[in-house]
Nanobody
């Protein structure tokens, strides 16, 4: 059973930065994709970014391009989401999600991810 543990959330001022981590374990896939999703209060869950383990190819939602950077440490089975220049619209519960194989299409659709972390809160103060 794949397990995902998120860390690094918290409260940050607008314009500040946070780095989220997602540590994955319990899988046997040689190639996998890990994504970050977020769910603001009262809104639907939306895709933020994903990265494939085989080549590090990443996808980003338009709303975070140029501000967020996803990266991975395959030796540690950990994916990071560096979030810079945060604003109020970035406040949400952030979830990491896992699917075996290459990035699905569309890459940031919840329907393709089989395993989910428990979520971690990111709050942004003005």
């Amino acid at each position: 059973e794949v397990q995902l543990v998120e860390s690094g959330g918290g409260l940050v001022q607008a314009g500040g930065s946070l780095r989220l981590s997602c540590a994955a374990s319990g899988f046997t896939y040689s190639v996998y994709t890990i994504a970050w999703f977020r769910q603001p209060p009262g809104k639907e869950r939306e895709g933020v970014s994903c990265i494939s383990s085989n080549d590090g190819h990443a996808h980003y939602a338009d709303s975070v391009k140029g501000r967020f950077t996803i990266s991975s440490d395959n030796a540690k089975n950990t994916v990071y989401l560096q979030m810079d220049n945060l604003n109020a619209e970035d406040a949400a519960i952030y979830y990491c999600a896992f699917t075996g194989g290459f990035s699905p299409y569309p890459a940031l659709s919840t329907m393709f991810y089989d395993y989910w972390g428990q979520g971690i809160e990111v709050a942004v103060s003005s």
